[in-house]
């Protein structure tokens, strides 16, 4: 950052002016698109692009958009024509005083949300408010360096994200097709030396639907069980129904993966269980461990047995599904190699959002470092 403060001592020794919003940009409401022509134009609210898109725009210059309502912690850079609704506003920047990509990097540093003039259930932001933000205003050579450095850092957040998220699809891509030829009737035949006896699933786990019990959100009573729904984990409450290890599988709603295989939570300890998912056990004498089969369930298509809408997977048809079923000794190898490459997984599923939040967290600390200018003595 040496040379940003060379800038400064070169051309404002005395200190950088700071501004009200309001003197260096007009803040402008939205407006609903609804009977707008439709078009290629996107469409701006607080929480970002929406679905739609339109044929006329709002504003066709850089700008920034600052939230109004909704998620007002939000602040996007658009420097293509748009629409924004009322629920975002967009900035009619003085050019001559401001650098648009500079004034984003500034609203972001000044944590528009605590200007909200709503409540904490609804929270809001008035022209008012964020015209009274100060707005540090140095010579233009200045907001130049600031905005290279900054977006330097947004650049290598983004190559990061997507060098991460290629390496994750990698890795998920090798370990079903590992798992799928493990699974494979032929492997099992080889590793257990005779023919795998396929059985229906109904006859070889328990399956305790009779148990669960839906409970309406606002009836909950908060606490530390995890209460799971077709696919996953929706709340905590105080009390369980469940008490062991157990295979949720979807019931109904988001039942399958785009690929067809069925939605499959693996869940240890006390939990509650809605009406959304079925819970299988394992039988203390039976021919399966749970676990062999959670990657069993995991290579079948279900996409011919899951009806209606919303789509669902019933009892009837989930006790149908079979499985190839080698011993227990050649079910425990498949589970060791499998979990072994579930573990790599989701080491890197678990490390991706925390080696992006790292990248995030080092733009924000320069920046925040960086336009704290020295204010010029009135």
């Known amino acids: 950052m040496s040379r940003i403060d060379d800038l400064i001592a070169e051309l404002c020794p005395d ?32 929480g970002g692009i929406m679905e739609a898109r339109v044929g006329v725009s709002a504003y066709d210059k850089p700008t920034v958009l600052l939230p109004r309502k909704g998620s007002i912690s939000n602040v996007f850079y658009v420097d293509k024509p748009f629409w924004n609704i009322d629920t975002a506003f967009y900035t009619v920047i003085d050019e001559s005083q401001l650098i648009p990509r500079y004034f984003y990097h500034v609203m972001l540093a000044a944590h528009v949300e605590n200007y909200s003039t709503g409540s904490a259930a609804r929270p809001s932001l008035t022209q008012s408010a964020l015209n009274k933000i100060e707005v540090p ?22 190559e990061l994200e997507a060098e991460l998220e290629a390496e994750l699809e990698a890795r998920k891509t090798q370990y079903r097709y590992y798992r799928d030829q493990l699974l494979s009737t032929e492997s099992l035949y080889a590793t257990d030396g005779k023919p795998v006896e396929m059985k229906k699933l109904g006859d070889i786990v328990d399956i305790l639907d009779s148990k669960r019990k839906p409970v309406k959100r606002g009836e909950r009573s908060k606490g530390e069980y995890p209460y799971y729904g077709a696919n996953g984990i929706k709340d905590y409450v105080g009390d369980f129904l469940f008490h062991g290890t157990f295979l949720l599988v979807g019931e109904d709603g988001s039942v399958i993966t785009e690929d067809g295989k069925p939605i499959i939570n693996w869940a240890v300890g006390k939990i509650w269980v809605n009406n959304h998912a079925h819970v299988l056990q394992e039988r203390t004498d039976g021919p399966a461990f749970l676990r062999y089969l959670k990657y069993a369930l995991e290579c079948k298509d279900v996409t011919d047995i899951v009806h209606g809408t919303p789509p669902k997977l019933n009892q009837k048809y989930l006790r149908e599904i079979e499985i190839p079923v080698p011993s227990l000794a050649t079910q425990q190898k498949v589970v060791n190699i499998l979990d072994r490459f579930d573990a ?35």
């Open 15 to 46: 200190g950088v002016e700071y501004k009200k919003l309001g003197e260096v940009a007009k803040i402008k409401n939205g407006r609903d698109y609804k009977g707008l022509p439709e078009g290629d134009i996107p469409v701006y609210g607080s």
């Open 137 to 158: 205003v140095p010579p233009m050579d200045i907001q130049q360096e600031i905005v290279k450095v900054l977006d330097s850092f947004i650049t290598l957040e983004a």
């Open 344 to 378: 790599l997984t989701t080491s890197l599923t678990d490390g991706l959002p925390a080696e992006i939040e790292a990248r995030r967290q080092q733009y924000a600390y320069y920046r925040d470092r960086l336009l704290a200018l020295p204010r010029k003595s009135s």
